[in-house]
């Protein structure tokens, strides 16, 4: 490996794991809120045609595996049907 590559290391965010330990249980609950905070301040609000897209997405995602869930569904029924003997 080379020296320059790196060796797949995370530092923790915040601070190393030494101050992490000291701190007490209200001291952890403070930092997660401020690590909460952080992360939310990263988010981007998508646009009205990105919203648009990502619905459409969804919605288009749920109904083919509505159909599938249903095609199954009929699937297994007349096989059950069929094996019980019970008239469809």
């Known amino acids: 490996m080379d020296q320059d590559e790196p060796r797949g290391e995370v530092a923790a965010f915040g601070g190393t794991a030494t101050r992490d330990k000291k701190l007490g249980f209200f001291g952890r609950i403070a930092l997660f809120f401020r690590q909460v905070i952080a992360e939310l301040r990263k988010v981007v609000t998508p646009t009205r045609k990105e919203l648009v897209k ?35």
């Open 54 to 88: 990502f619905t459409l997405v969804v919605l288009v995602f749920v109904l083919i595996v509505m159909g599938v869930v249903y095609g199954l569904d009929t699937l297994f029924a007349a096989l059950t049907h069929y094996v019980f003997g019970v008239p469809a």
